[in-house]
């Protein structure tokens, strides 16, 4: 048999190894990213087009490269950064494979503009898809700038494949958020389409953190400190009461390295057990400081992930040092707040205090009200309000705003009209019967009631959830919702990352009534809400809001419509725990009967059971 191995040319190999260094958009920004902060740069600048798609821009104030060295980065397993072998144990510096500049001029187009310190001409480098296009002698400043426009331009099916401009656009903010966090000494500067998206200057790590994620961050941040010999640990954790319904704000650096370890996530979140509610994330931003000698950062391409040497002490280490933090703060508060001149900006709800009005006309005046505050730390629904909104304890503890939590319930408020009730409604093979005399309450859980063959058990919540999803969904396909002005516009703080988010499901919003009005970098101003949700709940919607479609961006189905039902849905619904009057429960049962499902909640668990007489009879024998 004649030989047919053949060694691929070198082209054709570094757009295979581009695979695996490039997935999109945002995996260059990292590499460049850190390119520029291991050649030592005081200041960064970042320039995207269309969500990197177009263009990534990156120009730094570093070392800059000599001519042959311009020319030899772009090598496959070029790199000044290790030399030996055992470089690999005590690496100091972000990148050490060599293979990012290869693996990125093999899939786009690149220009490149570098010049050392004391040189007096630079270098200008043009390659596409690894083919130099000219190499020539330039007047350029210190620094490296590489321009990479048309990412995937040889690779279609690649191209094809990335998300919208938007999503591109938020994993690469995702990007330069752990880059810039880990790195509060270097300035950066983040371009979007010619606007200016983070401007951030040298600072400490507290007051980098509150300028990427946004002034009212600064409230939440409890300090942690250890030093042990296996290891150096600084940073904050969020207080409990600002724990979200999903994972967002969680940094884990090693030596300035943003990582990611379910390990030690564990030990973070172990320590805020009893704290937080189960079904809740604590956020936090904890800087490691480990012998290089001690971790392996080799096992990953994409090098997010490290292997410890001694995990379980750096676990039960972490743990402690949260606990501690988290003691000191719930036993002298004020001692955390050293509050940073540089970061007075007031708290939004400082200003809110004058405008909101207390409306004091209570439509559905709630005899429970009491109870469930009195329960409100162990009771499902009310607590989760609590703790998943915009911390309205905090404020009313800091500005003295008397913040009236109020447990809405339409169902509550609902007035039973018996008349209007037909069999019609109940054709369905599970309804109930006609006379609805009996239906109660089970552990605050269920509403059971009885059908001609046995009886149903309904799950309060899921149920709930049904009719609340249907509703939401039917009013955005028809356009129709109905919004209730405010009196006086909402001021809301969110993070520039939020803002970003907000600003892509606006029109969907305006479709279900919520009215915006000013827009700025960091605020939004409502000025109308549905119907359906009170003014006092408009916070806890729209972050919910913001964490879900977060949580969505690595999935296919992006559907806005169907996010956003759901998600009001879930947030605006009876919670177990609750105590539903037997009109309330009545108004439910038939409610969800007249769904256009009514078996599964928006989430597909089961709404209710059946239990028919049969069934019992059984147990009797
Ligand atoms: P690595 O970072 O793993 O060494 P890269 O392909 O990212 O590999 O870069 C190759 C080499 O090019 C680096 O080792 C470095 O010497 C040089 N280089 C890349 N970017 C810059 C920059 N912004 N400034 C100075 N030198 C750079
Ligand atoms: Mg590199």
Redesign the pocket.
Known sequence: MADIIQLLPDHVANQIAAGEVVQRPASVVK?LL???I??GANTIKLIVKDGGKALIQIV?D????SVT?ARL?FERH????IKKAEDLFNLDT?????????SIAAIAHVDMQ?KPEGAELGTHLKIEGSKIIFQEVAAVPKG?S?AVKNLFFNIPARRNFLKSNQVELRHITDEFHRVALAHPSIAFHFYNNGSELFNLPVANYRQRIVHVFGTKTNQKLVPVVEDTQVVKISGFINKPEFAKKSRGEQFFFVNHRFIKSPYLHHAVVAAFEGLIRPDSYPGYFLYLEVDPGSIDINIHPTKTEVKFDDEHTLYAILRSTIKHGLGQFNVIPALDFEQDQNLETPYAYKNRDASQPQVTVDAGFNPFQEVLQKKGATGGGFASRVSSGNSKSWDSLYVGLDSELESKNEYRSLKFESETITGSIFEGKHAPEETMATTFQLRRKYIVTTIKSGMVVIDQSRAHQRVLYEKFLKNITIKEAVSQQLLFPLVLTFSKSDMQILNEIKDSLSTIGFVFGKLEEEQIEVTGVPLLVMESEVGIVLDQLISDYQMEISEDSFSQTDILAKTLAKTLSVKTGEVLESTSQIALVNDLFACKETRVSPFNKPVYITITENDIDKKFI
Request: avoid cysteine; aromatic fraction near 4%.
């Open positions: 590499e850190e390119n520029a291991d050649a730094d570093g070392s800059g490269m060295d980065s070029a790199t000044s950064k972000k990148g050490f494979r060599g293979e990012a500049l290869a570098t490296t590489i």
